[in-house]
């Protein structure tokens, strides 16, 4: 199971910001949402680093110890554009992605398709017609935090999310990620956290 997943966009090459985030909060999954500008294989190598690191301190505990490789999702942003989709080692940029995870199903995108400058409607709409509760996009580099209620045949729910950007916040921001956590029946806390 999934039990912390780190969440970051527009790092515009700065991956060194990156590596800080992982080496901190040591995750289970990764999901980069959009101009990374820099090579995702070296993302990567990093998660698998941080996981040896956090096994080795809890080798005692089975229960504790991080499955390698450490899953990763990388979608593509609008300065992407160069990036040519494929490291040769397998990881490609994705134009969105729709998953199941831990009884929930996240839909994730960069946003810039989705006007996510003028409104988060268009966003909201698309995950609700892939069936996702879970709606993660950057491109601002502002963070947001929301959940809209009551929309769609069945008034469905979407919890809409921006990590804001780990290298180059706008609006006032910090340098941002977010960390969502798990427990056991799928419950999960979002927490904004700022590159120091």
Known sequence: MIRKLLILSDSHGKSQNIKSAI???????????????????????????????????????????????????????????????DSGAGTSLKGAAVFDLNGHRFYC?????????????????????????????GHTHVPFDDVFEGFGDAGESVHIINPGSISLPRGGSKKSYVVMTFDDEGNYDVEHKNIR
């Open 23 to 85: 080496d901190k909060e040591h995750p289970d999954m990764l999901i980069h949402l959009g101009d990374i500008e820099d090579d995702p294989e070296t993302v990567r190598g990093w998660l698998d680093e941080a996981a040896q690191v956090w096994n080795a301190l809890h080798s005692e505990n089975k229960a504790e110890l991080k499955s390698l490789p450490i899953p990763a999702v990388f979608i593509k942003g609008n300065c992407d554009r160069y990036y040519t989709g």
């Open 109 to 137: 995108t960069h946003g810039h398709k989705q006007g996510v400058g003028y409104g988060l409607e268009n966003l909201m709409y698309t995950a609700l017609e892939n069936d996702c509760d879970i709606a993660l996009y």
